[in-house]
Each structure stands twice: as C-alpha cells, then as structure tokens.
C-alpha cells in the first residue's frame, strides 16, 4: 500500500477441494504498474559514430508499439535465478586474454532502461523468483541487494522460489519486509485458514495497468519449495492441483475483464532438442515449440490446464536458457545468476479481452556481459568457435550501446567497494580450470575441497554435500570474493568418530538419494 493505489478488494469464493472445505481469493485491483516513476528513464538517442563499429546483437526485425483498431501490444521483461548475484562476475578470454563479465544488476538496468524508452507505459518487469542466496554480495546483505535494485526498477511482482523457503518463516518474512513490490504465489495453501494468504507481501493473484491494457499475474512455485525445505513449515504447503489456478485465471477473465493473464513461476522445463542452441539470441514464435521439444513440471504442469488458463508464463528454477513455446504458450526460463534475460512480447484485442497468441513472440535469451564474442553475439563458451569468433567487442542492442547504467551503479556503489577490496585479496593459484561438475560426470571440484578437508582435519574420510559449493574457479590467481562465492550458503564442517559399518551404511544412504554421488575423499564409491 506504500507503492501502489488501492482501488478495491474482492473477496471471491471458488472451487471445492477435495482436501479442503472451500479456498477464497483475495484481489488486489491496482491503479498502475508504472506511474509515477520514483526515477525517469533517460532519453536514449542513436547510436554515436563512434559506437558504428559495435556488435549488433540484434539485427533481425524486433516489436515495436502498435495501436491500431484490434491491436494494442505490451512487452515483458523477466528475469529469474538472479540468487543474489548483484555483481558483474569477473572472466577471461582464454585465446585473446580479453578481459569481460558476465551478469550484473547494472548491466540488466541498461536493457529496462532501453526497453522501458521504447515501450513507455507498455512495459512491465516480472521475476520468477529465487532472488538470494548465490552471490556472496547477497549473503552479507541478507539479500537486500538485490531486493533494492527490484525497488528502484519498480518491478512488478515475483513469483516465490525454493530458496526463499530455506530458512525459517520469521527470515523469510524479514526478506519480504525490504520489498516495494508484491510476491505473488497462487499455489499455496495456509493449513490453519486454508486460505491463499500466508505471510504479508504475498498475495495469490494481481491486476496491473500496464497502458491501455488490465493484466491479471498469477504464481505457481514448485512443490519442491517446502518438501525439500530443511527448516520445515508445517503450516504452509504448495500443492500441484491446478484448480486453483484454474479457477484464478477463470476468475480474473470473467469477473475483471482482464486483457491477458500473466503467470510468475518458479519452475521450469528443459528442450528435449539436444543438439539445439539455447543462448543463440533471436526472435521465436509458436513455431519455436517443435524447435525444442520440451520436457518438464512445467510441461506437465501447462498440460494440466486448459489452454486459455495463461496467456505467457516468466518462469525459472531449473537454470536453462529457454525461450520456447509451450502448450502454445510463451514461456521464458533463464540461465542461474542473472547471465541472462528475455522479453514477451503480446498482441492483445482491447475489445474482447483477449490475447492474439498467433502474433506472441519471445525476445530472447539476451546476454548480460560486458563485451560479446564478435561471431557468436554472446559471452559464453558454450559453442563458440574460439579460433574463429573468439575475437571479443562492444555491442548494442536495439541500436543502443550496451553499458552499466551509472544510476544503478549509484544505488549499490556501498555494495561494490566492499567486493572490490576483496577483489584485491588473492586467495590461491590454479594452473588449470576447476569446473564445478554435476552429479556423478564430473566431481573434480567437489573432491579436491573433500580432500583440503580430510588433511585439514586429520580424518580418515570426508564427505561434502552435493551443490554446497555453487561456481567454477578458472585458471588463474582467485581472489577472496571468488572464494567466498564457491560455498553461498556457508556450512559447518563436523568430524566423528564412527565405526567402520556406520560409515558403509551412511554411504549407501547418501549415493541412493534424489542428488546422488555426494564428493568422498579417503574412499572409492
């Protein structure tokens, strides 16, 4: 109530469940999604002589407003997975020695700050959720720093992701205390009420003015957010019955009149398309859902509901960069730590309240870097012909150099000097690169921490836990903050003395469970 304008609260009955006596909705009809501003996007103009020599990232044919009778379109920026990665991340061009970044909340602003130029009142930022807990920045700032760059973007909602359920009820609740914006989840359930409201800034569902057009946003998060929760909330569970949503969206097309509903969600899908391309930049249509194939909850999830239930989904959680159609529907899933973004674009019929799916595009997925691989348009390894496109530039998109926005910059310089000294702090040298593996193909860097363990403590094995450890170290010297950002959520190291048939039986538990093949030093498993 602080940011936006109350218009009225309606309180709707819906769907008898068959675990529960009956669920209410509370709705939330807001005034606006974007004005007034609490900054104005500056004025971008074309690009300057001396940028003509940039990379343009994109060269194809891209939306651009349209008003004309039976049309009206509006864009939507997502993100997702950003888990506290606020800061550029810092590389090196293995064949030129170029150095360049990857991500960084600076860079995303640069890109709201040109779409937000071309679309006005038409654009709408949405994240799908697990904002903290990655970046190092996010740890020591209990994952304010980004929740401060979601204020001053004015983002819209975002969905709840599993990471937000990592510590208690009362953390979780502090963490959504620092938001000016709403996390909207519509798949939750309070035991006690059994109503859709759990904690306050939660709402489970929306309605945003985003120009001329109502949009209705519901959230769905995956039901892995509390059954894998180690703190537990035995007063709060998700539920993958897709009547409630069902029932939402039918509720805002009837009873609002909404123009579009937009899904937050924290759940994903893969392409089963494996020899496709995922961070090659472009405009993808319907046609784009025979292109990846894809699998997943998400898949399944959109299969369970009727196919006028959403009408685009900002989604996340399994940290591949998707940028397909599913079920006919737009859906956009990001990289892990904010390396990538996406734009929805959609075309909607004013009058008759309704999207114009044929017409839906996806922009995506844009790469967040500091400089691109002149062939390959992106700052990533992954199929890139070194020898031949390695060659590293400047670029633009949409015709506007790409740049840390120094208003953004300006917002986290506190956060920035602290990294910076420990920048400057050189931890260790690496002749090699440790890459971080995953499950049982390649461990490497989870054994050799096993094995500093087992010589540290004097034990006769040790044993560290799947996904502790969250980042590759590159050859090279490594500095203190790259250390730190190899362990996110910090740990305890435990040593005891146990027999030799516990320590079998507790092996075979480990290796047998969801995440198998646990990183051992003294043994072979």
Not at 61 to 75: D, T
Not at 356 to 370: A, M, R, T, V
Not at 423 to 450: C, L, W
Request: charged share 25%.
């Amino acid at each position: 109530t602080a940011i936006f304008n109350l218009k009225k609260i309606i309180t709707y009955k819906i769907i008898k469940m068959k675990f529960f006596t009956t669920i209410f909705f509370s709705v939330l009809v807001l005034t606006t999604s974007l004005g007034p501003h609490r900054f104005q996007p500056k004025l971008i103009h074309n690009l300057r002589p001396e940028d003509k020599n940039l990379v343009d990232i994109s060269p194809y044919q891209y939306p651009r407003p349209i008003e004309i009778p039976g049309k009206y379109n509006i864009a939507i920026f997502g993100t997702s997975d950003i888990h506290g990665a606020a800061l550029p991340m810092d590389f090196e061009n293995p064949v030129t020695k170029q150095a360049f970044t990857r991500g960084g909340v600076e860079y995303i602003g640069k890109y709201i700050d040109i779409l937000r130029h071309e679309w006005k009142d038409r654009f709408i930022y949405l994240d799908g959720g697990d904002f903290q807990q990655g970046g190092y920045e996010s740890k020591i700032t209990d994952g304010k720093v980004v929740t401060d760059f979601f204020n001053y973007q004015n983002l819209a909602a975002s969905a709840m992701g599993n990471h937000q359920f990592e510590d208690s009820e009362q953390v979780l609740q502090k963490r959504m205390s620092y938001a000016k914006y709403p996390f909207v989840l519509t798949n939750g359930i309070n035991k006690e009420t059994y109503s859709n409201y759990m904690y306050k800034g939660q709402v489970p569902m929306l309605v945003k003015k985003v120009g001329k057009a109502l949009v209705g946003i519901l959230g769905y998060t995956t039901k892995e957010s509390t059954d894998r929760s180690a703190k537990g909330y035995p007063n709060f569970t998700v539920t993958k019955e897709p009547s409630l949503l069902i029932g939402a969206s039918h509720f805002l097309r009837e009873e609002i009149h909404v123009d579009a509903v937009v899904l937050v969600a924290h759940c994903g899908y893969f392409c089963g398309n494996k020899e496709l391309d995922l961070e090659k930049l472009g405009m993808y249509g319907p046609d784009s859902e025979q292109l990846c194939q894809p699998t997943g909850e998400m898949v399944d999830f959109l299969n369970s509901v009727p196919k006028d239930t959403f009408d685009a989904v900002v989604g996340g959680h399994e940290h591949t960069p998707n940028h397909f159609f599913v079920n006919g529907i737009p859906v956009v899933t990001p990289s892990k730590s904010g390396i990538d973004v996406n734009v929805i674009y959609l075309t909607l019929d004013l009058k008759n309240h309704k999207v114009l799916k044929e017409e839906s595009l996806i922009e995506g997925p844009i790469p967040i870097c500091s400089k691109v691989f002149k062939g390959a348009k992106k700052c990533t390894f992954e199929n890139v012909d070194m020898e031949k496109e390695g060659e590293m530039q400047d670029f633009s998109f949409h015709h506007v150099k790409v740049e840390k926005d120094p208003k953004v910059t300006e917002v986290q310089k506190e956060i920035i000097a602290t990294m910076d000294e420990l920048k400057r702090d050189i931890v260790f040298e690496t002749d090699s690169d440790i890459p971080q593996g995953e499950g049982h193909i390649n461990m490497f860097m989870g054994d050799v921490y096993a094995d500093g363990m087992r010589e540290e403590t004097g034990s006769d094995f040790a044993v560290i836990n799947l996904r502790g450890f969250r980042a590759a170290m590159p050859a090279g010297k490594i500095n203190n903050l790259q250390f730190k950002n190899l362990f996110p959520y910090g740990g305890v190291i435990w040593k005891a003395e146990i027999s030799g048939e516990d320590f079998i039986k507790m092996m075979k538990i480990i290796q047998e469970g969801p995440k198998q093949y646990f990183s051992i030093s003294g043994c072979n498993a």
